[in-house]
């Protein structure tokens, strides 16, 4: 079946620094979207993405969709306290049942002030 | 807005032992689904509902059973739970009109079993 794979599992960051995230599939997506979830809570969607290479920005988080439609990636700059949590990338596969989605394994950020 | 919600937030079971956890959702959505997580394995669907009426599998079904009788409502039963079926249940929902529609999610469900 189709599996989603995300690295790294654990990313700590100084406050200030940046990272990226990045998230492959196994199969070709139709759409890739991510979520964060902060310590303790539930999974909120933060963006998606349909078009191969689509890059969309949401203040400091930069998102962008691999040409094959297969990998996806997360960057954050200059990392603040607000960032902690972990972030996944959830691929949606071409017509499927239900618009269900794949969850990769999550990356979970935590930042040293 | 009270979006998805799920009750109980805690629950602790013995081994063998049943229990059903509630969902519900505002926001008429038609697709419904079960979620667990697990640490280190993110989210694993459980089982999913396109329609009141109807329900699926989805990649982790074993040991659950699912009923959507109301289409604000999404129940999941574990009709003998077993220690390995402790973690985190998450119900969410999200519109049929078209792809591409994000999931909300409620809360969460914390369950042990002993």
């Known amino acids: 079946g189709q599996q989603v794979m995300q690295i790294p599992q654990y990313q700590h960051v100084q406050e200030g620094e940046d990272f990226t995230t990045y998230c492959n599939s196994s199969?070709?997506?139709?759409?890739i979207q991510w979520y964060k979830q902060r310590p303790g809570g539930h999974p909120v969607f933060l963006i998606q993405?349909?078009?191969?290479?689509e890059v969309k920005k949401q203040k400091r988080l930069t998102f962008q969709f691999g040409e094959a439609k297969k990998n996806s990636s997360l960057h954050i700059t200059a990392t603040q306290t607000t960032d902690v949590g972990t972030y996944f990338c959830?691929?949606?596969?071409?017509?499927?049942?239900?618009?269900?989605?794949?969850f990769g394994g999550g990356t979970r950020v935590l930042v040293k002030p | 807005n009270a979006g998805v919600t799920q009750t109980p937030k805690f629950r602790v079971l013995k081994t063998g032992q049943s229990m059903t956890l509630l969902c519900a959702q505002d926001?008429?959505?038609?697709?419904m689904y079960w979620y667990r997580q697990d640490p280190g394995m993110g989210l694993r669907l459980i089982h999913y509902?396109?329609?009141?009426?109807?329900?699926a599998k989805g990649e982790v079904p074993d040991g659950y059973n699912v009923s959507r009788l109301k289409k604000q409502n999404f129940l999941l039963g574990l009709e003998s739970a077993a220690p390995s079926q402790t973690s985190v249940y998450f119900c969410?929902?999200?519109?049929?009109?078209?792809?591409?529609?994000?999931?909300?999610f409620g809360d969460g469900t914390r369950l042990s079993i002993l």
């Open positions: 993405l349909v078009k191969s290479g």
């Open positions: 959830a691929g949606q596969t071409i017509k499927a049942a239900g618009n269900k989605l794949t």
């Open positions: 509902s396109v329609g009141e009426g109807t329900t």
């Open positions: 199969t070709t997506l139709s759409n």
């Open positions: 969410a929902s999200s519109s049929n009109r078209g792809n591409n529609q994000p999931q909300h």
């Open positions: 926001m008429n959505h038609e697709y």
